[in-house]
């Protein structure tokens, strides 16, 4: 692995020693030495040089002039208590970030997010294969969507260097910059991060999906060429709350872990509103999900975030009886066994689509009753001109919202709730 230039004069940022550089998981091994002293960026901010003594609030921007042994530079914490993939710990000038990688890996990857101006802690012990990260990071590029709504929650949209696809883009505060011009594309055609303007825009922060078996190999050749680089995984969390709590993932690269407490409290008292309400209604009726593709019908595991929504929404999801987070690769008859009487099928067909539609494509899905009544639902009524889909970008964040629609679905008397994500896939003409 080739070790990074020295900065440029001006560039403000620190680039990281070898021996921390280096090793993101189990990519690389190397001996290394003991890390410097971190020189500052740009004009620090008042929030970060106020005397020691009076640090209370975490600083969002610039870096500390003078650090004083004994002194909390995080004042402001946050704990993961719905998120199960995601840890933090924190020292006086530097917080340990552990993730855990999808596929049930058991060792994490490791994160030290050191406050801009402080020192590093050796690379030892633990921290030894950490990848070391200078926060408040100012410019980030995040080429997933999931994570974009965590800046608009955070009032940190401004320090979105770039995103992936811009036409993908839903939320509207990030989709009025893309339109605008003043976020750019890092995405190539295919979709694929585009590595060489990425490491040319030199941000402070790249965050990618977690998705894949290269990942950590691509995350690798970022961190090789001097671009400090995150994975999200929130999609291997069993709970919606569990995904809206990864805002605080972002939060922590920010220094923005107030905003996040507040932004996600709110959300979370809502969701349990929205639940309680469902909880008292008097039916619960049984859902399924999805629709074969390619001759596999691919159903969310019993123990899923999907299912786990739909018990919190009042209903009673008819594969509740498998342990897995991960979709089952199932039969067409397999499924119709189980869910041919089931009461909503839902995340079938499209809002612009129709059950006529459906059923030229399989005419075997007549024998489901909820078809026959009409209880079909697709997830794609928030689709922009680009084809972003706000179910893979919003109802993330926003948990409770999400659980409105399928409360709104399977209870459509429980609340005064005007669907977000969700909508009737349309009769047709022949029906």
């Avoid at 001996?31 to 901010?45: H, L, N």
């Avoid at 629609?405 to 009769?427: M, S, T, Y």
Wanted: contains cysteine; proline residues 6%; hydrophobic residues 45%.
């Amino acid at each position: 692995m080739a070790v990074p230039a020295p900065p440029t004069a001006g560039s403000g940022r620190r680039l990281l020693p070898i021996a921390l550089l280096c090793a993101v998981l189990t990519l690389s091994a190397c001996a290394g030495s003991t890390p410097t002293a971190a020189p500052t960026r740009d004009t620090p901010t008042a929030s970060a040089t106020e005397p020691a003594e009076t640090v209370t609030a975490n600083a969002t921007d610039g870096c500390v002039d003078e650090v004083r042994a004994g002194v909390d530079y995080f004042p402001d914490k946050v704990t993961f208590e719905h998120a199960t993939g995601v840890t933090v710990t924190y020292a006086d000038t530097y917080k340990v970030v552990e993730v855990t990688p999808a596929g049930g890996s058991d060792r994490p990857i490791r994160y030290v997010l050191v406050q801009c101006g402080t020192e590093p802690p050796p690379a030892e012990g633990k921290l030894a294969d950490a990848q070391v990260i200078e926060v408040p990071a100012a410019e980030v590029i995040s080429m997933t969507t999931t994570n974009l709504p965590h800046f608009d929650e955070l009032g940190a949209v401004d320090t979105l260097q770039g995103v992936g696809t811009g036409s993908f883009v839903s939320t509207p505060s990030v989709a009025a910059r893309v339109a605008e011009g003043t976020l750019d594309d890092f995405a190539t055609v295919e979709g694929q991060p585009d590595t060489e303007r990425i490491i040319g825009a030199d941000p402070d922060l790249l965050i990618i999906d977690g998705f894949g078996d290269t990942v950590l190999d691509d995350v690798g050749r970022f961190v090789d060429a001097g671009v400090p680089t995150a994975i999200n995984v929130d999609f291997t969390e069993p709970e919606l709350l569990g995904r809206a709590e990864w805002l605080k993932f972002t939060a922590l690269f920010l220094n923005a872990e107030a905003a996040a407490n507040a932004a996600f409290d709110e959300i979370a008292s809502a969701y349990a509103e929205v639940a309680a309400a469902a909880a008292g209604a008097p039916e619960r009726p049984t859902v399924f999900a999805n629709q074969p593709f390619e001759g596999t019908w691919f159903m969310p595991g019993g123990a899923s975030y999907f299912a786990n929504a739909v018990a919190d929404a009042g209903g009673d999801y008819v594969f509740d009886d498998d342990d897995s987070t991960a979709a089952l690769e199932l039969d067409f008859e397999t499924v119709l066994d189980r869910a041919g009487d089931a009461d909503v099928w839902l995340q079938a067909g499209s809002v612009a689509g129709t059950l006529d539609d459906l059923l030229a494509a399989d005419e075997r899905f007549d024998e489901f009753k909820a078809f026959r009544d009409g209880q079909v639902w697709a997830y794609d009524l928030a689709t922009n001109p680009g084809g972003g889909n706000a179910v893979f970008e919003t109802a993330y964040t926003r948990a409770d919202l999400f659980l409105s629609d399928l409360v709104e679905i399977l209870h459509p008397d429980v609340l005064d709730h005007e669907l977000r994500f969700f909508g009737r896939v349309p009769a047709g003409e022949g029906r």
